[in-house]
């Protein structure tokens, strides 16, 4: 006999039962994106394509168009919050634009202040993980030398052990082509010891 189990329906609460936290994603671009749509910010969440229900706000998708904000006419100090965002994002890293972005970083704007600070941190940790990589790169390198120095030394044992057998078959009176045949060596060589 199949034991039956009973089974919830499956809605929002249970799926999340408020063990999730909510998740945001925020997409900044610097261009446009959907030019058919008016808004410059755009929000989406998941929901079902039949019946058009929200299954739950608690994952969504933000996208900012910067491209869709003309602060290009304006001044520094004439734009709203998110025209300054667009404006430094649009402007920073142009080595002709710096003072511009001074100006920017001039207005007070929180927004502006931490999106420069974190951009700085990712600079640096560009320099870091360069730094890092150089680093690896040399104990890489370090690690070939010595394997290959160490292959090489094999090799002169190696071909050292096989003189001095010739040598010993030389001394027992043996020919230079039986002794060249055994070691490997050339008869020049053989002749040379």
């Not at 080595?95 to 941190?121: H, Q």
Request: with cysteine; glycine share 6%.
């Amino acid at each position: 006999m199949k034991k039956k189990i009973h089974r919830e329906p499956l809605t929002s609460d249970v799926i999340f039962n408020g063990k999730l936290k909510k998740s945001i994603v925020i997409v900044i671009l610097r261009d446009t994106y959907f030019p058919e749509s008016e808004p410059p910010h755009s929000c989406f969440m998941l929901k079902s394509r039949e019946t058009g229900k929200i299954l739950s706000e608690m994952m969504q998708l933000h996208i900012l168009e910067l491209g869709k904000y003309q602060w290009e006419e304006k001044e520094a100090e004439e734009l709203n919050p998110l025209e300054v965002l667009s404006a430094y994002m649009s402007c920073s890293g142009d080595p002709e634009r710096e003072a511009y972005v001074e100006r920017l970083l001039g207005t007070g704007d929180e927004v502006i202040a931490m999106a420069d600070k974190e951009l700085k941190k990712v600079s640096e940790d560009g320099r870091l993980s360069a730094y890092r990589m150089s680093k690896e790169m040399y104990q890489i390198d370090q690690a070939i030398r010595m394997r290959t120095a160490k292959e090489q030394g094999i090799e002169q044992g190696r071909i050292k052990g096989r003189i001095e057998v010739a040598k010993k078959m030389k001394a027992r009176g043996m020919s230079v082509e039986e002794i060249a045949e055994l070691t490997g060596l050339s008869p020049q060589e053989i002749e040379n010891l």
